[in-house]
T-cell receptor, first 113, second 112 residues
């Protein structure tokens, strides 16, 4: 039973436009969420995170939104650049517990020049 | 070296071989992790070490044997693996209690 779901395996966006990557979770006890980015032949790299006490966190071109009632978070990238083409993983953690990250399957983003 | 390094990057082994994967972190972290990534599956946590002590073993078969001699090094000893164990094995580190984990580049393992 997957607790973190990324229902879109892939997404294509034109350069300069907004990319929106979505993530849903089922465990209401998760209290911290992260996005990772992965290029081929590299490990995932941390991108941005959000605590459950917030509904938005912004870092440059990247913004993460959290809707706790819907158990949904999204990552917005604007403007999208060709270098953003990668697989993006959503992860959730129970900080009061064992600090284990539970990952989604990932969404492959392609930014078309 | 900086960050988290893993060796070897690629490994091909037969089912009767014994091999080891190595991970080293240069970030001063005190927690280390092994993950497995199979095709079309989420990253699966295998083992967690906090301050060199194993705190999690997510029902991993005994043919995978972790070792953490100190906070900077983590090994995964492999023996009598099965072809379905072929995957990308990722090591990560963090401060205990921090959400952000930092990953190595992974070892691509193929079991023949």
């Amino acid at each position: 039973d997957q607790q973190v779901k990324q229902n879109s395996p892939s997404l294509s966006v034109q350069e300069g436009r907004i990319s929106i990557l979505n993530c849903d979770y089922t465990n209401s006890m998760f209290d911290y969420f992260l996005w990772y980015k992965k290029y081929p032949a590299e490990g995932p790299t941390f991108l941005i995170s959000i605590s459950s006490i917030k509904d938005k966190n912004e870092d440059g071109r990247f913004t993460v939104f959290l809707n706790k009632s819907a158990k949904h978070l999204s990552l917005h990238i604007v403007p999208s650049q060709p270098g953003d083409s990668a697989v993006y993983f959503c992860a959730a953690v129970l900080r009061a517990g064992s600090y284990q990250l539970t990952f989604g399957k990932g969404t492959k983003l392609s930014v078309i020049p | 070296e900086t960050g988290v390094t893993q060796t070897p990057r690629h490994l091909v082994m037969g089912m009767t071989n014994k091999k080891s994967l190595k991970c080293e972190q240069h970030l001063g972290h005190n927690a280390m992790y092994w993950y497995k990534q199979s095709a079309k599956k989420p990253l699966e946590l295998m083992f967690v070490y906090n301050f060199k002590e194993q705190t999690e073993n997510n029902s991993v078969p005994s043919r995978f044997s972790p070792e953490c001699p100190n906070s900077s090094h983590l090994f995964l000893h492999l023996h009598t693996l099965q072809p379905e164990d072929s995957a990308l094995y990722l090591c990560a580190s963090s401060q205990v209690g921090a959400g952000e984990q930092f990953f190595g580049p992974g070892t691509r393992l193929t079991v023949l």
